[in-house]
């Protein structure tokens, strides 16, 4: 029997396994089995994972484990570490997990050590740092560079902010970072409202030095430096490029000098740990910087070497397989209970999203799987203030990661219990719900007319079985935050191996820029002459802006 007979068997079974599971509440597999909190729990380079409360029986579970070895799970997670060309439709290899191994192992892609490569740019990154921190890098007047932005957009903005927001107790005093994002001039505007030139470093970050929002942002933002006090040669001192494209760097006007580099076998969305990360280590400093990179690493070597039993990332990922395939859920909320983390579900939005939003597998064949599920969240508590109401409640089900952190950063000694507290009530809620006969006897005991409580008991109805992870961790450390985005890297290129898709390439992004750029030309000139007609509905709105533009 070949394999892809044995996965239809697997699925098969599993659909099987899903029906009998059927009725059969979270709360009756707890009941039926007083190892399962335990059994269904794990810890790994920091990170504890306990996944009981999804709605998944031991069987299920043993059933993924096969399916994951059907998909020759164990091999694809090598030929990952290995640098095998598995982004297929753009050639190339994917390496992010070589930019955070410092161990001295080589892995060679195209006659180059991977690792070597990462490590000797990381460290002209970091002496670049080390200079402006110690002043010996300064502005053209003589000031410090005490205020970065970083101009870039999707993997060269995400990653960036996120972690740099993630690790505000550890932000180095007196420095400050923007992240400048938007086409919308608005945002640009609004943060150099904020800056002085002569203390400011922009920092250019796009790996291919072509995309429309960045270029004009930072041509703008050049033209900002030049419009207050700067030239050509002052501007040499506040403009550094993060990038693949060295000629594009150069034709803007940075030397190779301010460049620091990186490769085509590092993903956008993959790409923190690279150069990318430059304001992430001006900001919170180089030491921080490595040690974000060795929490990763410390979930990498986890990952290649941990059984598939016990592997967290392939756990994670197999539970989500379950929800998405088995039990039908096309939503996944990531809920991070600590604030410094209110930019992890943006992140996780364009790393996920991008990576298995996709419907053609490998061998160009439309997928008969349900693949990425849509990825949204909020820091809770704010979250519960605002769309939990649906969570609980709603007729769309939706899976939910709670993550969260032991010990706050903060010393408001009586916030952090409540933090916690609500952490853990909220997969509680979800899962236990409130019955009918719970709710009238509630009402009974405030006590309600018998008519008052029929009228709102089923209002009061919570239906519960609803499935969760829960992840936490001592202190939101960089080694811990490293660990955590590694693990959700890692969860992605697992669902990708098993719904058989390509998580590497992001051709559905492409569509769209090519219609703006048709579209441009008719905005700015008015000019519509030889051009392709727009659909009706278009070239009705083009005509109602055009009439009323200022
Ligand atoms: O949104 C598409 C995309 O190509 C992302 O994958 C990437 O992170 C982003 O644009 C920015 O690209 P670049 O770093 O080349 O400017």
Not at 83 to 93: F, L
Request: glycine fraction near 8%.
């Amino acid at each position: 029997m070949t394999a892809e007979d044995n996965g239809r068997l697997v699925w098969d079974a599993l659909r099987e396994e899903q029906e009998r599971l059927g009725d059969v509440s979270i709360l009756a597999l707890f009941a039926d089995d007083s190892e399962r909190a335990e059994d269904f729990s794990l810890d790994a380079a920091g990170l504890h994972l306990d996944y009981s409360k999804n709605h998944v029986s031991k069987d299920a579970l043993q059933l993924l484990l096969q399916l994951g070895k059907c998909c020759d799970l164990p091999a694809r997670i090598e030929g990952l570490f290995a640098g095998e060309r598995i982004n297929t439709t753009e050639d190339r290899a994917v390496l992010h997990t070589a930019l955070r191994d410092r161990s001295g192992q080589s892995v060679w892609v195209d006659g180059v050590d991977a690792c070597l490569a990462a490590s000797a740019e990381r460290d002209r990154m970091l002496s670049f740092v080390d200079e402006v921190h110690s002043g010996r890098r300064l502005g053209a007047t003589g000031k410090p560079l005490t205020t970065v932005v970083n101009i870039g957009i999707g993997g060269s903005d995400l990653g960036p902010v996120m972690v740099v927001e993630a690790l505000r107790p550890y932000w180095i005093k007196g420095r400050r970072a923007f992240f400048v994002s938007n086409v919308d001039g608005q945002h640009l505007a609004d943060t150099l409202m904020q800056l002085d030139p002569e203390t400011t470093l922009f920092i250019v970050a796009s790996k291919t030095f072509t995309t429309q929002e960045t270029m004009t942002n930072a041509r703008s933002a050049m033209n900002w430096f030049l419009n207050h006090g700067g030239d050509q040669e002052s501007a040499k001192s506040h403009f550094v490029a993060l990038s693949t494209n060295e000629t594009a760097v150069s034709a803007f006007g940075i030397s190779a000098e301010n460049t620091f580099g990186f490769w085509d076998w590092v993903g956008g969305r993959y790409s923190l740990w690279s150069s990318i990360g430059l304001p992430i280590a001006l900001q919170v400093g180089s030491d921080h910087f490595v040690e974000l990179l060795d929490g990763a690493f410390a979930m990498d070597e986890h990952f290649r070497y941990a059984d598939l039993a016990e592997n967290m990332p392939a756990l994670l990922a197999l539970i989500g397989v379950w929800n998405r395939n088995l039990e039908g859920i096309g939503v996944h909320a990531v809920l991070p209970y600590d604030q410094h983390l209110h930019r992890l579900p943006a992140y996780l939005q364009q790393a996920d999203m991008e990576s298995n939003g996709k419907s053609v597998c490998l061998d160009g064949q439309w997928t008969a799987l349900k693949t990425g599920p849509v990825i949204f969240g909020e820091a809770g508590t704010n979250g519960q203030h605002a769309f939990y109401q649906l969570l609980h409640q709603g007729t769309e089900l939706v899976s939910c990661d709670f993550i969260g952190a032991v010990n706050s950063q903060s010393e408001m000694a009586d916030h952090h219990p409540k933090l916690l507290a609500n952490l853990l009530a909220q997969p509680r809620a979800l899962m236990c719900g409130k019955s009918l006969d719970e709710v009238r006897e509630e009402l009974f005991s405030e006590g309600l007319s018998a008519d008052a409580v029929e009228t709102l008991a089923p209002h009061k109805v919570f239906e519960g079985n609803r499935p969760s992870n829960t992840i936490l961790m001592d202190r939101l450390t960089p080694e811990n935050l490293g660990a955590l985005i590694a693990l959700y890297e890692h969860k992605i290129f697992v669902q990708g191996v098993i719904w058989g898709i390509n998580s590497f390439d992001q051709w559905g992004v492409e569509l769209g820029k090519q219609l703006a750029s048709d579209i441009l030309p008719r905005l700015v000139d008015g000019a519509s002459d030889g051009a392709t007609v727009l659909d009706p509905s278009t070239e009705q709105l083009l005509q109602w802006i055009r009439n009323r533009r200022g």
